[in-house]
């Protein structure tokens, strides 16, 4: 079972930049699709990016293509967000989320549901 850690939220003003940070406790890391996703007062949690085992497969919601970027490191047993560009409504809290999958080219999945395992959270206050 695999214990997720994110970090790296905090308050930026719009326009600026910020790097979240999520490190997994599990050996197997590899083994895990990973992607972040966030909810915003009074929101739904919203799929944000995701990558899928090897690092080679990415996807974004509208929202974050061009601005954002997700990676891994299996090495690490870590993966980041980079955000750029951020804007008053990416205020959220940031949630790391992960599902073991077999299938190395599994396409990334956007619902929530589908992911078995997550972070705490971290803060994310885009000021305008």
């Known amino acids: 079972q695999v214990q997720l850690r994110d970090s790296g939220g905090g308050l930026v003003q719009a326009g600026g930049s910020l790097r979240l940070s999520c490190a997994a406790s599990e050996r197997t890391f590899s083994s895990y699709s990973m992607a972040w996703f966030r909810q915003a007062p009074g929101k739904e949690r919203e799929f944000v990016a995701g990558i899928n085992r090897n690092g080679y497969i990415t996807s974004y919601a509208d929202s974050a293509k061009g601005r954002f970027t997700i990676a891994r490191d299996n090495g690490k047993n870590t993966v980041d967000l980079q955000m750029m560009s951020l804007k008053s409504e990416d205020t959220a809290v940031y949630y790391c989320?992960?599902?073991?999958?077999?299938?190395?080219?599994?396409?990334?999945?956007?619902?929530?549901?589908?992911?078995?395992?997550w972070g705490q959270g971290t803060q994310v206050t885009v000021s305008s």
């Open positions: 989320a992960a599902t073991f999958t077999r299938v190395v080219w599994r396409p990334i999945a956007r619902d929530s549901k589908d992911y078995n395992y």
